[in-house]
């Protein structure tokens, strides 16, 4: 993955600062997290934000394995 600098304002990086350390996360990763939501969201406005919060969930469980198929019948 190739990595680019950016400047970003201090206030939102404190911010980040503060919901990564709560999430166990490092800031880069927690302004990232925050970017894919927003990319989300613009993409489909008509979803409500715990439906992509849970979206972007059920993803990292796929990637990880922990998910079953579901049986139908």
Sequence with gaps: MATTSIRLDESLV??????AKAFNRTVPKQIEHWAKIG???????????EFVRQAIIAKA???A??????EFG
């Design 65 to 70: 394995g922990k998910l079953e198929p579901y």
């Design 61 to 63: 469980e796929i990637e």
């Design 39 to 49: 990319e989300m969201m613009e993409d489909n406005p008509d979803l409500p934000y």
């Design 14 to 19: 404190e911010k980040a600062g503060i919901m």
